[in-house]
């Protein structure tokens, strides 16, 4: 029995054996190795297309979203590629996006055209460090005229730099001057370069001068400003004055004054100012009329105050914007403020959808002539806050929504008006009238306590509070508005403010960080320190007094998000030019 007892205990450890090194085999799939190369070999030039299905595979499954895209949709910048736009896969330095390399710019004949001004977005290839990311090529009538004369022409990248910097200014320019200091302040002044029955445009004590100053150190016919063709720049003449003229604090009239002799021209640039005798200052603003241009100050900062929680994570649920002019509507423009709560998805998608939905009910001309004959945008700010909550699908996130509407008569009369829901605030200062242009809309509000009442389910004694949320109206959170028919989207909707030429006046739109810590009284004293502070500047002041309110919240420790646009419309960017045919 001792040999077979042996024998049978070899076979044993010879099968427990062979089923370990079966079993690690299994375990480590070794083939692995040896197909892999091939598999690599066989899909080389794969790896970098498009994570979208082929398109032969399109309608494989058509409940799958995804398999609807076709192989040139581009996931990251959700877009067509186009000859014309090129995007690099590390312009944004995430997402892997199939794009041919830029070897060759082509612009087709039929590349999209802004006016009379072709442009052409250039984003170069990652390993050329021939043109900046972003950069954009703008090419006038002329040379599109000279683009299409010539075909389709390629450009390599060693003269892309060159070709970006290929920027010639249109013949059109608009000039507008506005006297800033002296007896005349507040006085205006605008021409078109085209305009050529109106130039050369002079300043003067006496008529028929174009700007008519009324200042004793003023000559009656004291300087002139002329459109130089050649140079395609505006021009400033001394037209012989006795107190002289300065630019920029320079003399620029003919040493011997004396002599009545004219000086040289000098050219005029953006935000000049010109001196006549010692008091009367006017400033210079030069556009191009193919350029959208906000007829009055905009200013607006932000901060999510991520560390006054004793430095937990605090995240963004703010979101600000505003669109001047709105797309095909040269008269309108939009401004507002949106503070989501249950993440910043409603709040982004309010943002983008209320601008596209008030455009579209402008389009319609009726509703538009309407809205500048009636001097009353009610109806279309109600129905855009109803289509905007409709195509919100947001169950369990949402946002108060603050819009401020904002168009213009074309005559230098400005009107505003605003509706909301929730807590982000908007107040108007019109001739040093306060103006409250929002609703609050938390519980806590009798006003608000009084809407739900009438709904026949009033608030308990001492509640503050619906399903956790302080506040009864707000964009999204369609779940519990299903549960609970207190919660609305209904806006407060306010007077409309005009606004005309001989108005100071200016708006404050700002989510509840603002407002927790500072006071509509408070504010609008800190505007009117900066306004009398900045007057003299050149730059919009308008950013400065955004940043002013923003830095004032954090002084007093808000601890809340916050964010705030500020509207000047006494700034000296008010003004109207229009492009004459």
Not at 70 to 79: I, K, T
Not at 200 to 206: A, N, W
Not at 557 to 563: A, G, P, V, W
Request: contains cysteine; aromatic residues 8%; charged residues 25%.
């Amino acid at each position: 029995m001792g040999p077979m007892l042996q024998t049978i205990l070899t076979v044993l450890l010879l099968l427990m054996l062979l089923l370990i090194i079966i079993f690690l085999f299994f375990l480590f799939k070794p083939w692995r190795f040896f197909f892999s190369s091939r598999f690599r070999s066989s899909n080389k030039g794969e790896l970098e297309r498009p994570l979208v299905a082929d398109e032969e595979d399109a309608h494989a499954s058509p409940l799958n979203p995804i398999n609807e895209l076709p192989r040139d949709y581009d996931l990251e910048g959700a877009c067509y590629p186009s000859e014309v736009l090129f995007r690099s896969p590390r312009t944004h330095g995430q997402g892997l996006v199939h794009k041919q390399r830029l070897q060759t710019l082509s612009v087709p004949p039929t590349a999209p055209q802004c006016g009379d001004t072709l442009v052409v977005d250039v984003i170069s290839d990652p390993s050329s460090d021939d043109v900046d990311v972003g950069q954009t090529l703008r090419l006038s009538s002329a040379q599109l005229a000279q683009f299409q004369k010539q075909g389709t022409p390629n450009f390599r990248n060693d003269r892309l730099q060159d070709l970006v910097q290929w920027n010639i200014s249109d013949q059109r320019s608009c000039l507008t001057l506005e006297v800033i200091n002296g007896p005349s302040r507040g006085l205006r002044c605008s021409v078109q370069s085209i305009n050529s029955s109106r130039l050369p445009l002079t300043l003067g004590r006496v008529s028929p001068s174009d700007l008519l100053i009324k200042d004793s150190e003023v000559s009656g016919k004291h300087a002139m400003i002329k459109w130089n063709l050649d140079k395609m720049k505006w021009e400033l003449v001394d037209m012989g004055s006795l107190n002289g003229t300065l630019l920029n604090s320079k003399p620029i009239n003919h040493p011997d004054t004396e002599s009545r002799n004219w000086g040289n021209p000098m050219s005029l640039a953006n935000g000049d100012i010109i001196t006549l005798g010692t008091t009367s200052k006017v400033m210079v603003h030069i556009a191009l009329p193919t350029q959208h241009h906000i007829p009055f100050g905009v200013g607006m900062a932000s901060d999510p105050m991520a560390m006054r929680r004793g430095g937990k994570r605090f995240p963004m649920e703010d979101v600000c914007y505003y669109q001047w002019p709105l797309p095909g509507l040269d008269q309108f423009g939009l401004f507002g403020v949106c503070d989501g709560h249950g993440g910043d998805g409603a709040a982004k998608s309010a943002s983008k959808i209320f601008p596209e939905i008030v455009a579209s009910i402008l389009s319609d001309s009726l509703r538009r002539e309407r809205v500048l004959s009636c001097r009353d945008a009610s109806d279309i700010l109600r129905e855009a806050f109803s289509q905007t909550e409709a195509h919100m699908n947001h169950h369990y996130e949402g946002c108060t929504a603050t819009v401020l509407l904002v168009w213009t008569d074309g005559e230098e009369n400005f009107f505003a008006q605003c509706a909301n829901v929730g807590d982000s605030t908007c107040i108007m200062s019109l001739n040093g009238k306060q103006i409250k242009m929002t609703e609050d809309h938390k519980i806590t509000n009798y006003s608000e306590r009084l809407r739900i009442e009438e709904t026949g389910e009033p608030l308990k004694e001492g509640e503050t509070r619906l399903y956790g949320i302080n506040l009864a109206r707000m964009l999204g959170d369609k779940f519990l508005k299903q549960q609970d028919t207190r919660f609305s989207s209904e806006p407060y909707i306010s007077e409309v403010v005009h606004i005309d030429q001989a108005s100071k006046a200016f708006a404050i739109l700002a989510s509840d960080g603002l407002w927790d810590v500072i006071s509509v009284k408070k504010a609008i004293q800190l505007v009117l320190q900066m306004k009398e502070k900045c007057y003299s500047e050149r730059e919009n002041i308008a950013e400065k007094t955004a940043s002013l309110l923003l830095n004032e919240a954090k002084t007093l420790r808000t601890k809340d998000n916050t964010s705030v646009i500020f509207l000047d419309f006494d700034s000296f960017n008010r003004f109207s030019c229009k492009v004459e045919s």
